[in-house]
């Protein structure tokens, strides 16, 4: 009974795939840009995150001795050890906050 549906699956991903990848007239990005305008706490937010993904890549960098490929998002060390730091308390959050540069 598998056998029979195989074939049906992919002309339904190939029908599917096809008409997805019509093209349109309709260009989002036509019209003129915004402006964006940071408050001041955007401001140094950007600025903390900025440098703490320098410091990061760096520090990754400095400890990759065997030039292997390494593929690292920023964004998520940051999302995880901002969790962590929502669980801990005394030295361990100063030293979290102090890697993620919120406090200098």
């Known amino acids: 009974m598998v056998q029979h549906k195989t074939p049906l699956l992919i002309l339904c991903s190939f029908l599917i795939g096809f008409a997805s990848c019509k093209k349109s007239n309709v260009n989002p990005h036509s019209g003129p840009g915004k402006d964006l305008v940071l408050s001041a706490i955007e401001q140094q937010k950007v600025t903390y995150d900025n ?14 001795t065997t030039n292997y490929n390494l ?14 730091s929502n669980g ?16 200098i």
């Open 51 to 64: 440098a703490f993904t320098l410091k990061l890549f760096k520090n990754l960098d400095s400890a990759n």
């Open 71 to 84: 593929f690292v998002s920023p964004l998520s060390v940051s999302f995880a050890l901002g969790m962590t």
């Open 88 to 103: 801990a308390n005394g030295t361990t959050l100063m030293h979290l906050k102090k890697c993620l540069i919120l406090i």
